[in-house]
């Protein structure tokens, strides 16, 4: 989110524990949270200063030592004084959602993030459970459906394994037999453990499975688009098998749309099944997920975060145009972009 990795840049304190300031956290090192002083807390030495250069080291038990700082803190009858802050980045929060109502970046087709707000909307935060393949619906996912309970959103990271999330709702499901448990897979992640569609129809499992279908490896799909002038390799999927007959053949309910009209209906029938359903919902293959940071940037250099300050549009520094990337951000006097 682009508000989170403002807030980092802007910030004046950073107490990292256990973090190992990877790429993805860190983007261009030499620009990362000028402003800040930085105390890292590692139980391996070998950690602290790998990457980002500490200002204060800890090495030790993170619970041991935060434990120390809290105490100490208390000694000192010390207060923190946050609320200028946290009212700061509550107002990037609404400046920079993941979603607005009126998404869509191909008119007619259906968008992600609608579809799964939607979901979410229909889920019962209190008795159910989300997991995912790894891909660009592992990024919608995270980003549309709302979750306020440990233990109801089942991913496997930064790790990267595809085929972790169909395995974990059934695991999820035969754990829980009263949640609703949903996995959400990309069509290449599913087909790492698809086999697994006889392994809850034997155990008599009703979890459901979304495919959000654009035939395609979509992260590394989207990455070859807007960095390697659309070199696909290895990464396009168009003799895909059809999922419906895949799960007919396994005795599985399903169903395929296409159409944005269709998404309601079609989430309604598949939560109040009371056998294993797959719904195949068919996306663009260009369709990418933002906002993103590109390869070798700082992190507070976002492309395509939305911007309800302009409208609700795309805006990024890159100047891509076409459909499916960001919009050119247009000017616009008196906005503090």
Sequence with gaps: SKYANMAVTESDLIIACGARFSDRVTGK?????PHAKIIHIDIDPAEIGKIVNPDVPIVGDVKVVLAAVNERLEKMDARPVAEAWRDEV??????????????????GKIAPEVLLETLSDKLDPHASIVTTEVGQHQMWALQNIHREHARTFLSSGGLGTMGFGFPAAIGAKIGCPDEQVVCIAGDGSFQMNSQEMATAKINNVPVKVLIIDN??????????????????????LADNPDF???????????????????????????????????????????????????PGAPIDDIIGALDVTLGGVRVSEKGFGEAGRPRVKPSHEGVDE
């Design 244 to 294: 419906v007959k895949l799960a007919d053949a396994y005795g599985w309910r399903a169903r395929r749309i296409e159409r944005p009209d269709e998404i309601d209906a079609a989430l309604d029938e598949m939560l109040a099944s009371d056998e294993p359903y797959l719904l195949d919902v068919m996306i663009p293959a260009q369709q990418t997920v933002y906002p993103m940071v590109a």
């Design 90 to 107: 509550f107002s990037w929060r609404e400046r920079w959602p993941f979603y607005t109502p009126d998404f869509a970046d191909y008119e």
């Design 29 to 33: 090192v030499s620009e990362f949270a």
């Design 215 to 236: 035939r395609a490896l979509g992260m590394v799909h989207q990455w070859q688009h807007l960095f390697y002038n659309d070199r696909f390799s290895f990464t396009e």
